[in-house]
């Protein structure tokens, strides 16, 4: 595997674009104001790591097994998957409402938090398509 200078060029600038107001800078700004501002950016570090480590590793593998047209349209329809689950919405009873972190802290909250608003984004999709691309 090479590294293309213009496909990394090309996944940042996606991503970037992709990053601008979406649910996760959201997340990260309020994380910002709760907690210290470099235990923030750690648990936000590696779960996006964690992410697109992930998303890149699937492109990767979809690449192969399935047909460029195919894997466009599997592309779009977890987009739209996710995005109806978003608007949908999900509601907490009283028990779901309290979650200890305990040994984890602000860190293992943050991340935690992160890694889950990722899930399903449109950066990570991004992430997807172009890896399957290069």
Same mark, same amino acid.
Request: charged residues 20%.
């Given at each position: ?21 979406d ?16 235990t ?16 890149? &590793? ?5 690449? *192969?097994v =399935?047909? %460029?047209?195919?894997? /466009? +349209?599997l592309? !779009? ?5 996710f &995005? ?5 919405g *999900?509601? =907490?009873? %009283?028990?779901?409402? /309290? +979650?200890?972190? !305990?040994w984890?802290?602000?860190?293992g909250?943050v991340?935690?938090?992160f ?20």
């Amino acid at each position: 595997m090479r590294l293309s200078v213009s496909a990394f060029a090309l996944s940042t600038l996606v991503i970037f674009i992709a990053e601008l107001g979406d649910k996760s800078q959201l997340v990260a700004l309020w994380f910002a104001t709760r907690y210290r501002w470099w235990t923030v950016l750690a648990g936000v570090a590696a779960a996006t790591l964690v992410v697109h480590l992930g998303s890149v &590793a699937a492109g990767r593998v979809l690449d *192969d097994v =399935l047909p %460029e047209s195919l894997l /466009r +349209v599997l592309v !779009g329809l977890s987009f739209l998957g996710f &995005a109806w689950w978003s608007i949908r919405g *999900d509601s =907490l009873d %009283e028990d779901d409402q /309290r +979650v200890r972190f !305990g040994w984890a802290g602000a860190f293992g909250i943050v991340t935690f938090s992160f890694f889950l608003s990722e899930l399903g984004d449109k950066t990570q999709l991004a992430t997807v398509s172009l890896a399957s691309r290069e």
